[in-house]
């Protein structure tokens, strides 16, 4: 599942949650502080594991 960065607009808080595409893209997902849905999407980095050898 992907992973996804976010900070409150609120208090400011910077937070990352894993959840699949369908429930990011329901927009369900809130500042584990103070619970405010106005959070905003950092850009965030991400590896990949694969099973060949470049």
């Known amino acids: 599942m992907p992973t996804y960065d976010f ?6 808080k ?8 369908a429930e990011y893209e329901k927009k369900k997902y809130h500042c584990p502080k103070c619970k405010n849905k106005n ?3 950092l850009v965030s980095l991400f590896q990949t594991i694969t099973s ?3």
């Open 7 to 12: 900070i409150c607009e609120k208090c400011k």
């Open 39 to 41: 959070v905003k999407q």
């Open 14 to 21: 910077r937070f990352t949650i894993t959840i699949s595409i």
């Open 52 to 54: 060949k050898k470049s």
